[in-house]
């Protein structure tokens, strides 16, 4: 079976905001069929496995609005525009836990919501840490908790971690693969 | 350290859609200050890790608008407000590839991108499969690629399974977790 793409007949700017836009596009079909498509515009993520001086995972405890509950989270931020990935990566890993690292690995790229957002995420491993002290975003309240790997398999085994990129880091590092 | 929680102060309709609403929300923190929330509201989705009757595991191929790529999926759907999970599942298993299941067993409960979005994506475990005829809507172009276990472990070793929860349930599939 062929695969039917869709091309876009218009398009109508919703919203521009400043993490997201909103666009209402009309799409037609191969058949002539036509639909429509809500589209949230979003530059990207990149998001950082990183395992401290004394084998654990940094973790981070962070209350999402949207969801309405504080979750854990590897730590991870938005891509500016044209910003380097681990440049972003870096910066977040520092911003966020106090850390630096000498060597970063992209392990993993991945759309979390790929029929409504064109966002995509990175996993990047941080390798060989040093502290040298955090630097928050005005806004942020993040508590770093480091992890270590049976408590890892804890949070995993009781689904308690809820969010995407940081259960796909988490079954990496858990498991063989 | 207090991990700290914010209040919505008030909030704005931007857009009400057929998948997904846009809000936006000004918040207030504990110490007074305010921020802004952009609120992506989507009902839910869920999905299905199915293995058929020969033992391979059903993904499917779609085209998908937002990043324009045709990319690796589990069979999936929006729930619609008030419906079962279950049914949710084997509506969507039975729409996208044409099978039922006797039984339907919930592995994972997560939130896609909870910075920006309500989503919650549910992952079932169908079991004892039986074919009965594909029912795609209207708009839906879909092909099923059943897929073996060493090829869902090359697919996963080339990343080419790039949509969080397709990656997730492999990586439960693969993985010894």
Redesign the interface.
């Known amino acids: ?6 091309q876009k007949v218009s398009g109508e700017r ?2 521009s ?4 836009n ?1 666009n ?2 009309q ?1 037609e ?1 191969s058949n002539g ?1 036509t ?6 515009e ?1 530059s990207g ?1 990149v998001s950082v496995l990183a395992e401290n001086e004394e084998g654990k995972v940094l973790l981070i ?7 309405d ?3 854990y ?1 590897i730590p991870a931020g938005k891509l500016e525009i044209g910003e380097d990935l681990e440049e972003c990566a870096a910066r977040e890993l520092r911003e966020e836990t106090g850390y630096q690292a000498e060597k970063f690995t992209e392990l ?14 990175y996993i990047f491993q941080a390798e060989k840490l040093s502290y040298v002290g955090r630097e928050l975003e ?2 942020e ?3 770093v908790v480091p992890k270590s790997k049976a408590e890892l398999k804890e949070l ?1 085994k009781n ?1 308690e ?4 990129k940081t ?2 880091s988490v ?2 590092y ?4």
């Open positions: 079976m062929e695969i039917k793409q869709e919703i919203y905001g400043n993490i997201l909103l209402k596009d799409v079909f069929l639909s429509v498509r809500e589209v949230v979003h993520g405890k962070q209350y999402r609005y949207p969801v509950e504080v979750i989270e993993y790229k991945f759309y979390p919501t790929p029929g409504y957002s064109t966002e995509c995420i005005e806004g309240y993040i508590e995993f689904g971690l809820k969010d995407s259960l796909i079954m990496h858990l498991g063989d693969l």
